[in-house]
């Protein structure tokens, strides 16, 4: 589906008005259509402007299968981590590492609906990706860049920048949503409260 809640005539995609009946809220940052993952909603407008303005560096953290063996993934992350070359500007360094096979069982991922290309005869490897920016496609062009084109890529988790854990995707399956917690909500409110400098 379309990560807002306006339909977009003639598109093939469904929006997110078909399946959250709550007024009034916005996604604070969008994923594309061929992506997964989470999705923060908000009625308030100076956090879903805190939380998407790259000046303040929110980390947002990203699981991404991709093309490629173990060897060449690990050549592609080094490029990755510094910061790499698309449409004529150079990426923000990153933080990424290869994705342990223990770490993704544990995850315990659903399949995707519907399901990705199939390479049978093509290895592909996963890796987490951690950005401070949100450009246009961002982690599809980054992987490509060095090689490493994307199949499968999930949103996973978003830093507020507090100094505690990341607000993240757990106990929630695929399509699901939920209210923010008392705890979360009062977390939001906070880094409005007290914002850091830009970039911080």
């Not at 173990?70 to 923000?92: F, Y």
């Not at 995850?107 to 990705?116: G, K, Q, T």
């Not at 399509?175 to 008392?182: N, P, Q, V």
């Given at each position: 589906m379309l990560s807002q809640f306006s339909?977009?005539?003639?598109?093939?995609?469904?929006?997110?008005?078909?399946?959250?009946?709550?007024?009034?809220?916005?996604?604070?940052?969008?994923?594309?259509?061929?992506?997964?993952?989470?999705?923060?909603?908000?009625?308030?407008g100076r956090l879903q402007q805190r939380l998407t303005d790259p000046t303040f560096g929110h980390w947002r953290r990203y699981w991404a299968q991709v093309e490629g063996n173990a060897a060449q993934l690990q050549a592609g992350l080094g490029q990755l981590?510094?910061?790499?070359?698309?449409?004529?500007?150079?990426?923000?360094?990153?933080?990424?590492?290869?994705?342990?096979?223990?770490?993704?069982?544990?995850?315990?991922?659903?399949?995707?609906e519907p399901p990705i290309r199939h390479r049978i005869n093509v290895p592909t490897s996963?890796?987490?990706?951690?950005?401070?920016?949100?450009?246009?496609?961002?982690?599809?062009?980054?992987?490509?860049s060095v090689g490493l084109p994307t199949l499968r890529l999930i949103r996973v988790a978003i830093d507020l920048l507090d100094g505690k854990p990341p607000l993240d995707l757990a106990g929630l399956a695929p399509g699901e949503w939920r209210l923010a917690s008392s705890t979360e909500s009062e977390r939001l409110d906070q880094i409005l409260r007290h914002a850091p400098s830009p970039g911080a």
């Amino acid at each position: 589906m379309l990560s807002q809640f306006s339909p977009e005539p003639a598109s093939r995609w469904s929006s997110l008005a078909e399946f959250i009946e709550i007024p009034a809220v916005y996604a604070a940052g969008r994923l594309d259509a061929d992506s997964e993952g989470l999705l923060l909603l908000t009625s308030k407008g100076r956090l879903q402007q805190r939380l998407t303005d790259p000046t303040f560096g929110h980390w947002r953290r990203y699981w991404a299968q991709v093309e490629g063996n173990a060897a060449q993934l690990q050549a592609g992350l080094g490029q990755l981590c510094q910061g790499v070359l698309i449409q004529g500007q150079r990426t923000r360094p990153a933080r990424c590492r290869a994705l342990p096979a223990a770490e993704l069982a544990a995850a315990a991922l659903s399949a995707r609906e519907p399901p990705i290309r199939h390479r049978i005869n093509v290895p592909t490897s996963w890796l987490e990706l951690e950005l401070r920016e949100g450009r246009n496609r961002q982690v599809r062009r980054m992987t490509a860049s060095v090689g490493l084109p994307t199949l499968r890529l999930i949103r996973v988790a978003i830093d507020l920048l507090d100094g505690k854990p990341p607000l993240d995707l757990a106990g929630l399956a695929p399509g699901e949503w939920r209210l923010a917690s008392s705890t979360e909500s009062e977390r939001l409110d906070q880094i409005l409260r007290h914002a850091p400098s830009p970039g911080a």
